[in-house]
């Protein structure tokens, strides 16, 4: 008995000695490096950041790691993609976290997708024969320009609002980034121009933000349905598809397998493009900031119109 | 029908005006924000203008249909996505393709579905697991039935308030209905504590805090059911207090728990018979695909020899895991082994029964939905160590969807008194309702 009266003792100071962390510069955890990357331009050097998933990951199946759970529980501030984007893996990391400024509800939870433009909200009912469907709308939102200046907006918001002394410092970092996404918005939208109203089909619904701002045309998906890996019967029927519609690129995340996609293109005569659906998010090219996301995408994307032969 | 659409687009259009009027000015040149709030407002017109457009189409065609008695809605009812348009044509169960959003730039969420959806706000997040379980082949010791439903569970979950949420597990099953798990959660409690208070899966070990439909296997390995109670395992009322064990090398968490003392080991004779449970777990990412689990529990309570007689229970365990996070889609192996020592007084004074217990079990991933496994599990019996039953597995699981799986296993298992049974055990689990994510 007395042994086991010490290894409760030993367990219980190690339960109550509670080591007070210090508080440095404010860390900011976002969940994707996109969301960490717009931080990163708001809040410049009076934040510390770090997000969880990576850009080459699939941002539904990640791992709730409890080293995650560390870097959420020193978080002042968290930012979410949301729309159920992290619902498989999130919510038992933030109830681990002891943390209770980033739980849902609290001031330090900050769920981006309030301040974006989302698209594919579901009306009417919906069911999981539909695949994984998101029934708040499509949580890939982040690959539009402007939705990035919106959320980098309600990010420079928050933080002025946790550290009043440093507004003018997010404010200006803030106008500072409009103004270059701006200028490179102007470069993007000029390149992608002649391609308005390409054909094209994606693998995964990932990039109706993107698509819808330099109105490109999806005719079909990869998949039969979200989630559901791709099914010979509905490779075929796409494929017929593709080729009546005379499609010429496949886009797919670095994160699925090309052979299916490979095989559509090689029957169809399409490019397969694999763009980075995320920063970080691109093998042997590095896609640092936000900024570059876009320009790997763009580049990458007139490439692949112009080696298939578009326009 | 259409005069309703055409009142909720025109609900819309204010409600955007007012949100953009309401909307603070970027700190640009204020011709550019108004140019922006154009645009953003020529957009929603236009996607309503399509969505008019589409549903009078539709209209045309099924006139006496969709000319119903409209109900136009009052002022009061909110016009974010509301007013679906009903009698919905047979692909109304499609997500409508760029169906134009509803969220404004800084305006609050919207609420999407009808009044029905709104009715459910607050009920908890549901589901139901069936986990159906048929067995073939001969087991004169143990046996199973040849098909049953072994369980429905049913998860209710939800934030209580802003300093709780709960969990409730019910477990039916041909046995009947019983509370598995119901417990309140304290995530913000001050000095880096989590508490969990009601009746829960004590944190002992690995396989005992599983739900048996996260189990790799379709059974048990033999040390739950020798040494730890049972399938049910470890489970108890009780309080649990953890507390992250901050430092710069590892994850560590410390968890100390009281349980009231009567679960499938232990047998509590008065009020003060409590049960004590201690866990310390360590975990490390070696590289960003693999991680390292390592664990130490132990348990101690009275058992049902005697008023004075204990048993104490102490575990090890250990979890390799290999996902690439690019490929975590199609590629994931997991090898996890745990030993269990229980020490158990008897009947007679100063009597006591040593037994030990074991697993080793490996899980592939062979493509994006099949997975292969194998497990070696054996244990003493808890009362009679001379008993050593001994049991190896091979599996094969597959997964149409993440909310469903199909599994069977071919399972020999040589029982101590020297009856050696070959079965192959198969599995449908399949889950409705909200999707639940699983503490890693």
């Known amino acids: ?311 | 029908m259409l005069h309703a659409v055409r009142v909720s687009c025109t609900g819309m259009l204010v409600l955007a005006f007012v949100a953009l009027a309401a909307a603070p000015a970027r700190a640009q040149d204020p011709q550019a924000e108004l140019k922006a709030q154009i645009e953003l407002l020529r957009q929603q017109l236009d996607a309503l203008q399509q969505k008019v457009a589409a549903l009078e189409a539709a209209g045309g065609q099924r006139p006496a249909a969709a000319e119903a008695p409209a109900t136009p809605p009052a002022g009061a009812t909110p016009p974010a996505a509301g007013t679906p348009p009903q009698a919905p044509p047979p692909a109304g169960v499609q997500v409508p393709e760029g169906a134009a959003g509803a969220g404004g730039p800084t305006g609050p969420l919207p609420v999407y579905g009808n009044t029905s959806a709104l009715s459910k706000i607050f009920n908890p997040d549901m589901a139901v697991i069936g986990n159906f379980i048929g067995a073939a082949g001969k087991n004169d010791v143990a046996p199973i039935p040849a098909l049953r439903l072994n369980e429905a569970e049913m998860s209710f979950q939800a934030i209580v308030d802003p300093y709780a949420r709960a969990d409730f597990f019910l477990s039916a099953s041909p046995e009947g209905l019983e509370v598995e798990e119901g417990f309140l959660t304290f995530p913000t409690l001050p000095g880096g504590l989590l508490m969990k208070v009601g009746k829960m899966k004590a944190q002992f070990g690995k396989v005992n805090t599983m739900h048996a439909h996260v189990l790799p296997w379709v059974d048990a390995p033999l040390p739950m059911t020798n040494l730890l109670g049972g399938d049910e395992g470890l489970n108890d009322s009780g309080i649990s207090v953890s507390k992250l064990i901050l430092n710069p090398v590892l994850f560590l968490e410390a968890t100390g728990e009281i349980y009231n003392g009567d679960n499938g080991v232990f047998a509590s004779h008065k009020r003060g018979n409590l049960t004590y449970v201690g866990r310390l777990r360590g975990y490390r990412d070696v590289t960003e695909s693999t991680n390292l689990d390592v664990g130490t529990s132990f348990a101690y309570g009275h058992n049902d020899a005697g008023p004075d007689a204990t048993t104490r229970l102490f575990g090890i365990d250990a979890t390799f895991r290999y996902r690439p996070l690019q490929e975590a889609l199609y590629k994931k192996a997991l090898v996890r082994a745990e030993m269990f020592w229980s020490r158990r007084d008897l009947l007679a004074p100063g009597a006591e029964a040593k037994a030990f217990g074991a697993y080793v079990s490996a899980d592939y991933q062979l493509t994006r939905r099949l997975f292969g496994g194998a497990r070696y599990d054996f244990s003493d019996r808890a009362i009679d160590p001379a008993l050593r039953d001994k049991s190896g597995s091979l599996l094969l699981t597959y997964w149409p969807s993440e909310f469903s799986q199909v599994r069977g296993q071919l399972r020999r298992t040589r029982y101590a008194e020297g009856a050696t049974a070959n079965e192959i055990l198969f599995q449908f689990l399949f889950s409705i309702g909200a999707h639940g994510a699983h503490v890693f």
């Open chain 1, 1 to 311: 008995m007395k042994k086991f009266t010490f290894v409760l003792a030993a367990f219980a100071t190690a339960v109550l000695s509670a080591a007070a962390p210090a508080q440095a510069a404010l860390k900011v955890v976002a969940t994707t490096q996109d969301l960490e990357s717009l931080a990163k331009e708001v809040g410049g050097d009076k934040i510390e950041t770090d997000s969880l998933a990576k850009g080459y990951q699939d941002p539904h199946q990640v791992e709730p790691k409890p080293s995650f759970v560390l870097k959420l529980n020193k978080a002042d501030l968290l930012i979410v993609v949301g729309r159920e984007l992290e619902i498989g893996w999130l919510p038992p990391l933030i109830n681990q976290a002891r943390n209770p400024k980033i739980q849902p509800g609290a001031d330090r939870y900050l769920d981006a997708s309030g301040f974006a433009h989302i698209l594919e909200i579901p009306t009417g009912q919906i069911t999981r024969a539909m695949g994984d469907v998101h029934p708040q709308g499509n949580p890939h939102y982040w690959l539009s320009p402007e939705n990035g200046r919106r959320i980098a907006q309600g990010i420079q918001k928050k933080l002025a609002e946790i550290s009043p002394g440093d507004a003018a410092y997010f404010a200006q970092r803030y106008a500072d980034f409009d103004k270059r996404l701006a200028d490179a918005e102007k470069r993007w939208n000029a390149e992608m121009a002649p391609y308005r109203g390409t054909k094209i089909v994606t693998y995964h619904r990932s990039w109706p933000n993107f698509v819808e701002t330099y109105g490109l045309n999806v005719v079909g998906y990869v998949e039969p349905k979200p989630g559901i890996p791709p099914s010979p019967s509905h490779t075929f029927e796409l494929t017929q598809e593709m080729k009546k519609d005379n499609v010429k690129i496949i886009i797919i995340e670095p994160y699925f397998d090309a052979k299916t996609p490979n095989a559509i293109g090689r029957d169809t005569g399409a490019q397969v493009v694999t763009l980075a659906p995320s920063v970080g998010g691109a093998k042997g090219a590095p896609v640092a900031d936000y900024i570059q996301l876009f320009d790997y995408d763009v580049r990458t994307l007139v490439a692949a119109f112009k080696a298939a032969g578009v326009k």
